[in-house]
């Protein structure tokens, strides 16, 4: 093992948001590979920027977020950084200073744009010249979603697609079925709450799987969800996706509430914005929600509606801002 000279980098990142989520790891292994293939959609205006510099003066890892130590977070970067390291075959130590545009773990999957920067970053720096789907599956081995992020526009992760084991990658990876030029979906992010979740995704799901009797039904539809899903996107059909994505996330959120103890990731906005937004799809608005291990809502809808989902959506008791997005590209390295 050798030490590197000093080696910077930059990357940035969009989170993402998934029309057919992802709740539950598998058991086979310990590269957090997810029991279930999900679908997402790259967002725009929503960025994570990370700047690595590895150094070989430090004695330890350094993680910066949004300008401030961050030693709760610090362990789960550094055994990214570990396999980074591994890969290279350095040992070198590493400052990460990562900085969010955006509420941190409240729910806007920043675990995702976060993972998926550091990886294209540490990728750069230590000249690793990693595949997309190798980035895919080093940010997937930290978080389910991140895997996500690395692409643009549309994206799977399709379980039946996945490789042999990989010892160091494992074997989930994302693939993106369309660019955002084939749909220019706008989503309306209604922020309920700022302050980070009181149960991260990672135990929540793990609650889910070991306790919920919903689980095996949750697993079982799952196939069918992802391959309907698809056909959807590729055909812009947005009544058939906008049926099938709330059904996702409420089926996701049901078999989360039947956790014990159960996980209410709702707060009364949440409510109400669904309430909202189904009543302005009953009157012809193209628009439906989904909702993650949070309270925000995501308001997605077809090309041209934003001004008057966004308004709506304002207007609702306890929705405290609205952030509104388009369709984003993949991770990118900036320097
Ligand atoms: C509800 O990717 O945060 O947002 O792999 O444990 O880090 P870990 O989980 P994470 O879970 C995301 C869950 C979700 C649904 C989704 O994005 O698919």
């Not at 720096?125 to 991140?146: E, I, N, P, T, W």
Request: aromatic letters at 6%; one cysteine or more; hydrophobic letters at 40%.
């Amino acid at each position: 093992m050798t030490e590197v000279k000093i080696k910077t980098a930059f990357a940035a990142a969009h989170p993402n948001i998934a029309l057919i989520k992802y709740w539950g790891k598998s058991t086979r292994d310990g590269h957090n590979e997810p029991a279930v293939s999900s679908l997402s959609i790259t967002l725009d205006t929503l960025l994570t920027e990370t700047r690595v510099r590895f150094d070989p003066q430090l004695d330890d890892d350094i993680f910066l977020l949004n300008g401030k130590q961050d030693e709760q977070k610090l362990s789960r970067i550094s055994r990214n950084l570990d396999k980074l390291r591994q890969l290279a075959g350095v040992t070198t130590r590493c400052e990460v200073a990562s900085s969010n545009n955006f509420p941190t773990a409240a729910g806007l999957a920043s675990s995702a744009s976060g993972f998926a920067a550091l990886v294209a970053a540490g990728d750069r720096a230590l000249q690793l010249d990693l595949s997309f789907a190798q980035k895919s599956m080093l940010a997937r081995s930290m978080s389910g979603s991140a895997a996500r992020s690395i692409g643009g526009g549309f994206i799977k992760i399709a379980l039946q697609n996945s490789g042999p084991e990989d010892a160091v990658f494992g074997r989930a990876f994302a693939e993106q079925i369309a660019p955002a030029e084939h749909w220019p979906l706008e989503i309306c992010v209604g922020i309920a709450s700022e302050s980070e979740k009181a149960i991260g995704s990672t135990e929540g799901m793990e609650l889910s799987r070991t306790t919920s009797p919903y689980y095996d039904a949750w697993l079982a539809g799952n196939d069918q969800d992802i391959a309907d899903a698809e056909q959807m996107v590729i055909t812009r059909d947005f009544e058939k996706l906008a049926e099938l994505s709330e059904f996702s996330c409420l089926k996701m959120h049901a078999l989360a509430l039947a956790s014990r103890p159960g996980l209410l990731y709702w707060s009364g906005a949440t409510v109400e914005a669904m309430h909202c937004l189904r009543d302005l799809r009953a009157a012809g608005v193209p628009v439906f929600f989904t909702i993650d291990a949070g309270p925000q809502i995501k308001a997605v809808c077809a090309p041209g509606y934003g001004d008057r989902v966004a308004e709506a959506l304002q207007s609702v008791n306890g929705i405290r801002r609205v952030i509104r997005c388009g369709l984003g590209c993949g991770v990118r390295v900036t320097d």
